[in-house]
């Protein structure tokens, strides 16, 4: 206590109150920087940890798997007959698959969903399990790809018929064939917990299985694992997929790692995998071709994807199909649900991760960079508290307006798209509409000498109004963090240049004062450079940049889809909700957006210039 | 002179001679003697205690561990009365034991350890610290029947064997409590004041094996651990069909040296400690033997796994056709026995009429839910009018 | 007053229009942890109702905590009143109950400046009366607590009622009586009595009346009410329920508390000494507090200390304490520091930090428990961590509110003027 006041005292006694007040904005700029060079440290060595099993009860690949050549007859047999009714519709399919699973004594039901689409699935009841819980396996009729999944959907057959001749399952088994690996998938999970009438105790793990050939090899494998709403699977499920996968020494790739680079481990390679896989964590849901993984997520279930990739290489089916069974047999050893390793993490190889607690404080420190600049908005242009506590009501009213606003946006726009027969274009509509929004408030922010000067608010509103949404941001990170980092991250990230609007501002206010009028405009080159307007001109680039729209076109165009990505992204977020569940169109039109509203519209009403370059000159 | 001298010379050599050969053969004869005398341990029975404190399937190996020991003793003579049996007992019948009602040591699935004659005396949720150190003591009340007891006494040699997961200076019981090095020593030491044992000899394969062994104080016991402080005991392998570990490492070169010997052998306990290397056990076992005053490579191994062959007499003062006529006494007067029966019934229903009489109360509500808001409203009435008074 | 009028109206329609729109909001936000613990429950109450129709004793199975009298209170606006009028006639009581509070913290507010005007010698000028009523009505904790029915309202009504009554009306019996039905709704609040008393010395400065009269008052209030509870349920069987799951920590349910996660943790065999510890920790505060505050007169006729502040002190500390801690004691506590904007308040430094530490807490307290018990992919530290950061805010306040007193009295003692008290600085060695 001591010892604090004494630095207190120094601190006083130094005037570094406001020196360092006058530094916020740098302040809060080197925060933001601090938390990319978080990120971009964490893949050096030394920084990161090795994957390890940490539940003992798994004991991944210590059981032979006799999934091997007799079985392989049954696979291409399954192969060729599902090759041959490719052309049919999938209840045809369907009724077909199930004549051959009731043939090895399998349960089998239906479910069909309110859009018509009919789910096949099957149970296995443990013979001498206790019948409480359960592992899905999952074969969707179509990968995400597009592709028919021949291969996964034999393999799974196949596999069911051999697990019924084995007397080891604590665990039941349940294969479900879904249309695809979205709606359909997920609307059956729902149900599966919600008004099934065939169920087979709570599910513990689900691997969805994507096997798009009908070759008899494959080149390697990969795994998708990231869930709704920031969730991932027990990073110990991971570990089992990924060490079984090396005693059967097939190549295995996280986040799109090529054939060239499995073995690779690298600074790029890590680096790589980590912001991929931020990238895909955050935009999970919001592309219409899902890996069916995600599909289980919130219902506590460790799911991941396994997809065979390539057409032929040194791995055949069969060792696919061991994949799964030793994956099984090692859920199955469990005991408790999946609750030793880490549910959060992020993946720098299939080997390396690092865990919550080395990766949070990234985000932390983002959050910490907007508080500042919220508080810096007040402090720097001394907004007194007499004043913000007076016009309070007039705040929040023009707060709650836009919050309303964008609530009933959030609530309505998804009902277009979900009401009309063509949902693209009127996603495409919404999305223009934004864009054109988004460009509007650009211009007017530059040229906000059109608006009226009754309509203008004065200098100290402005600023708490930009102060409340730069505050309003950092709130919904701290809530992000924890719950859905990769997210918050790219928010944070994404909506930085409004922390840049306030210092814009205040600088060029001391620039204009430091001139004299008479001087100004001289030329058109000293206009823009030095006046206002180049001032302005930057405002209104850092409030388009920081768009949620501009950025959805940004990531739409170069990580989704050439041509038509910002298009599957607004799809995506208007549609997420109904069909799986994901929050993400929410947190961007209520937090990300409303907050860039609050700022575009004090940036377009606000008159930050004019009446402290004013009044400061009356007073000279 | 010479002849005098030669006479000398032979008379000499002949009695050094002689004395040189009787003390050679009193040697043999004393070491002999000394062999037989200190193998010819004072015991008269042999008891086995072997626990496997863990449960669960992924601990196969240490119920494997067990029942290997299990039959081992039994193989070498101690009968099933005289063991007492401690494990969770949930693999064999596991249904992730791909091959049901068995147990297996070996990948090689020769022995079936579960097989035909099992008797576990203390199995499942039995199986608990508090159990263990009074079967050590014979700490039980009065119904505990005698299957479950340790029946020892002075003359009584103790093989103890435990196996689980433990650390520095403890033992898990099946991941709810733990049994501390002191708790064991402590036991053992009121083992040797209340007379129940001879001998012991302690067996322990787990981690840190050798640090639960180190603070023992009573005399007469060897002991011997899987591995030092700080080291883990390793599992030899695994059955890829079940799927698991199978058998530790200690424990196998234990039993490996063990099958070598049958009930007649002569084979002494550093011939078993021999095989304790680092090469077989991959790690350090440890030995401890400053407690036991015979030399190890004395004591006969059937010491502890073998039934006893030797009899002594017991020195009874107790006129035994007294205490059988008294027996037969009261065997003989019924009467007694049923009014003491009645007297145990009236007591009993003593108790559950009083616990009866105390539901009666506790489940009703006396008073109506009518009448309870007349109250209420009366109550309320009367803090108003307290509320009124106090001015 | 129009103002006063204006605010006491738009909070009467939050509290009116919304649970009536919404029926089932009570009921969701009884099992929200950081609403309602199962001391103060709705749901709990309404469980209680229904043993009631079905003739079994409310108190069975462990979910019914409240006095029987409060149960038969509630029970009879259950019974007598149809069911579409019921949940509004409940609406309107608590709205009408929270009213009251507001009001009743008016009039304390007004005593309080009016008092220390008096003995300081120079005006104290406090909040007017509509930011009073503005800061507990809009206060969103209060709204919160308001909207889940927690019992706890009526606690807090009746122990504003006990300083209205002390303090206002210069009533000392009645006080006591409603401490006395204060600590039989809330069995903590016992602990208040002794800044109460102190407070009730400063003011009258008889030491028999108060230190005689008023302890066996309360005791005798407190046993009146005892003794009809039992007389109503014919078993004792409720003291069990309502007071010793407090005393003794029986119910071990997550909430912002401080204790809980030591009895899910921890082994049981020390469960007593906990219990004991924690009891001790809740009552030892408490007169060191009450002394430190204490009223008298100072060297050179300066009135020293605030007894007042004392209580609400007590009553943040007893918070900090709770073994089933809600928003609404936190609340309560925190609605009482605009009172004293006069004397100690302006001295507070870290409200800032207070304010952006308790909304952080409100905001990740929710998303932690859903993590731990919706998701499974967090666990009970992740929300215990909330819980010590509430114990943090509490900490804060406690002492900022201390210092801001300390500091305070300096200025008084040692007239300091106006102008420099602004910039002075102390320091405690």
Known sequence: MALAETVLRKVHKLGLVPKLIKLIPLISFLFALASVSWLLVLPMDGFYRDTYISENALMPAQATSYFRESEWNHVRGFRTALQGIEDKAIPERNQI??????????????????????TLYAIMHAPRGEDTEAIVLTAPWSTSEGSYNVGGIATAVAL????????????????????????ALRSWVEAYHTSLDETAGSIEAALVIEYGSASDHFDFYEVVYEGLNGQLPNLDLMNTINLIGYHENIGYSIQGTTRDELQKRTYSTRLRTLLKGILNLALVGLKKKTPGNEAFSGWQIQAVTVRAKGVDGPSDVTQFGRIIDSTFRSVNNLLEKFHQSFFFYLMLSPDNFVSIGTYLPAAVLLAVAYVLSSLGCLVINEVQAKFIAQSAYKILTIFIFVELGCLMLAKTLPLFVLGSDDDESVAALILYGFTVLTFASFVLSIKNQWIPKKYRMDKSLTFCLIALALFLISLLLTALLIVNFALAFLIGLAALPLTFIQP???????????????????????????????????????LLVSSPFFIIYIIGNLFVDESKGALILMKGLLTSWDELQCWTWFIVILGWFSAWSTVALSCIFGDFEIDSVESKMKKE | MNLRLWSLLLSVLCVTQFITRTTADEEVLENAERVVKSTNSRHTNNWAVLVSTSKFWFNYRHMANVLSLYRTVKRLGIPDSQIILMLSDDIACNPRNAFPGTVFNNMDQAIDLYGDQIEVDYRGYEVTVENFIRLLTDRWDENHPRSKRLLTDENSNIFIYMTGHGG????????????????????????????????????????????????????????????????????????????????????????????????????????????????????????????????????????????????????NNNDILYAANHEQNDIRNPAKNISANQDEFGRVVAKTHVSYKDDNVKTLVQVPLSRAHILTIITVLTGCGLWLVAK | MKDVSRVCLIGALIRLIIPTVLPDLPFWFSSVVELSSPITSFKSLYEAFFYLEHDINPYDGGINHHPPLLVMVMNMIYEYVPVPLRFIVFNALYTFVDLVIAWQLVLINRWYNEYKTKKNGAPVK???????????????????????????????????????????????????????????????????????????????????????????????????????????????????SCYFVVIFYKKIKPNLGLWWYIFTEMFDFFTPFYTGMFNIYSFCFIIPITLRLFEYQGSGKKHIGDCFLAVVACALWLSFTNPYSTLSDLG???????????????????????????????????????????????????????????????????????????????????DVKPESAASIRLTQI
């Open chain 1, 97 to 118: 698959v199930e004549g051959w699973l009731q043939q090895y004594g399998l349960k089998t039901a239906y479910h069909k969903n309110n859009r018509g689409d009919d």
């Open chain 3, 126 to 240: 406090g909040f007017d009366d509509s930011l009073i009523v503005s800061f507990y009505l809009f206060n969103p904790l209060i709204i919160l607590t308001n909207l889940s029915h927690s019992t706890s309202v009526f606690s807090i009504f009746f122990f504003t009622e006990t300083l209205v009554q002390l303090l206002v009306k210069k009533n000392l019996a009645r006080s006591m009586l409603c401490m006395g039905v204060t600590t039989y709704l809330s069995v903590r609040y016992v602990y208040l009595i002794i800044p109460v008393l102190a407070l009730a010395y400063s003011i009258q400065r008889e030491p028999k009346a108060v230190y005689f009269q008023g302890p066996s008052l309360f005791v005798a209030s407190f046993a009146f009410l005892i003794l009809a509870s039992f007389t109503l349920t014919a078993s004792w069987e409720f003291i069990e």
């Open chain 1, 504 to 542: 814009l501002v205040t600088t060029s206010n001391l620039k204009l004062l430091s001139e004299s009028p008479k001087e100004k405009r001289k030329d058109l080159l000293s206009y823009l450079v030095n006046d206002g307007n180049s001032k302005r001109l930057k405002i209104g680039l850092c």
């Open chain 1, 160 to 183: 069911l018929r051999y697990f019924k001749k084995m007397s080891i399952w604590s665990k039941n088994i349940i294969l479900v064939l879904p249309e695809d690996g979205h709606v």
């Open chain 2, 168 to 315: 520095n200076e403890f033992l898990k019981f099946q991941d709810a409590e733990e049994i501390g090095a002191h708790d064991l020593a402590d036991a053992f030491a009121q083992m040797h004041e209340k007379k129940r044992y001879n001998e012991i000899f302690f067996m322990i394969d787990t981690c840190q094996a050798n640090s639960m062994y180190q603070h023992f104080y009573s005399p007469n016991i060897v002991a011997v651990g899987s591995s030092e402080v700080d080291e883990s005991s390793f599992s030899h392998h695994s059955d890829m069909n079940i799927g698991v570990a199978v058998i530790d490492r200690f424990t196998y070169y234990t039993l490996e040296y063990l099958e070598k010997i049958d009930k007649n052998s002569n084979a002494t306990l550093d011939k078993l400690f021999a095989e304790y290397t680092y090469e077989n056990v991959h790690s350090h076992p440890g030995i401890r033997t400053d407690l036991f005053p015979r030399n190890v490579s004395n004591v006969l191994l059937t010491d502890f796994f073998g039934n006893v062959q030797n009899v002594v007499v017991d020195q």
């Open chain 3, 332 to 414: 309560f506590a925190l609605s009482l520091i605009p009172i004293f904007k006069g004397t100690v308040l302006p001295h507070c430094k870290y409200l800032l930090i207070i304010g952006l530490t308790l909304l952080v807490c409100l905001l990740l307290s929710p998303i932690f428990y859903y993590c731990w018990i919706v998701l499974g992919n967090g666990n009970s530290n992740f929300f215990y961590s909330i819980s010590l950061i509430w114990g943090i805010i509490h900490g804060l306040i406690l002492n900022d509110l201390l210092w801001a007193f300390l500091t305070h009295d300096y200025i008084k003692t040692n």
